[in-house]
């Protein structure tokens, strides 16, 4: 741990050298490929100790007294926090564009527009071209921006440059968090637009050079697992017609999917007044009957699923009681009502 809070009390003098001192003058490739280096380190330390109190109350005292002393060393010298290590390496890089001293060289480094050689495992990728990646980024997102507006541009065409960009992204040998920031921005700025999710499908189901494309959709899958309410109103808002197609096409989705469809029937309470199962105030407005559709479009998407579902369903209909009343167990008026349509079907 000793070793952990001076290499954090290191990186901490790194970014004010970087950002308010002449030093950085002296600078060259690899001085700027280690700064970046620790600057990664210490997010590390955020995502690995953030959910620790013992660890981050220790670091934050760290963090006091390293402040207290860059204070005193620099008078526009601005604290920071713990929070602040989840961003250390857009620190870094805003600290040397503002720092006048920064030299030419380390500058044209950092815009080169060459396509960066590909890293060697356990090698640190270095910072070569890192603005004309984010420049990048930000023309992709301004691109997608017109999520909230159609513009005239297809869902397909606009997924199928999603699906490009982060291809480019995750093929640079880098972190996969720059293709989550990418994802994250486009989201900030498509929130509550239905025509996003349209996207993101169209993104999921490109045709063109599917096996190239197969790390950038996996990867769109891990994304949206991770912002399940986002997952939660991509499925209540798609048409069943393309959930059935993402389904048949993704195990990952038609899992992830089919999760949604059993949090919403948990989530819902018996009317006695009414003699319906309904969603409880704070969940998605979907009804019983939809769900039961939902689960019957599934099926028909993906058969082999229907016995694994169906056991799923009756073993918590018996964990409920095992009772056959109507209104007493979701699970047990679902199967039953899922079995009626597929009788119906296959009649």
Known sequence: MEATLKN???????????ARSGDVRLWDRQSLSRAFHWACYCEHLFSKYHQNPQIRGIMEIQLQHTNSRLRAVFADYADLSFLDLSHCQHLLLTGLLNNPNLPLSIMKILFDTTKPAHVKPGEYQDSTGLCSRIIQCKSAHKILSPLTCHSGVSAEVQGTFLNKSLHTLLSQGGEPCRAQCFLDTVLQGCKGAEHFYLVLAAALLTGENAHAQTASVDFLQDWLQQNHSLLQHMCFTLPTSILKNLAREHI?????????????????EYCVDDGEWTQSATSTTVSFQEVTERFV???EACPTLRTTVEKELNDLRISDGDFDVRGLSVWGDLLTEIRKCQLQLDG
């Not at 954090?8 to 970087?18: F, K, P, Q």
């Not at 992830?256 to 029937?265: E, G, P, Q, R, T």
């Open 297 to 299: 479009v599934l099926f």
């Open 8 to 18: 954090l009390s290191s990186t901490i003098e790194l970014l004010a050298v970087a």
């Open 252 to 268: 990952k989705f038609r899992d992830m999917y089919c999760a949604v469809l059993k949090k919403w029937a948990a989530d819902m």
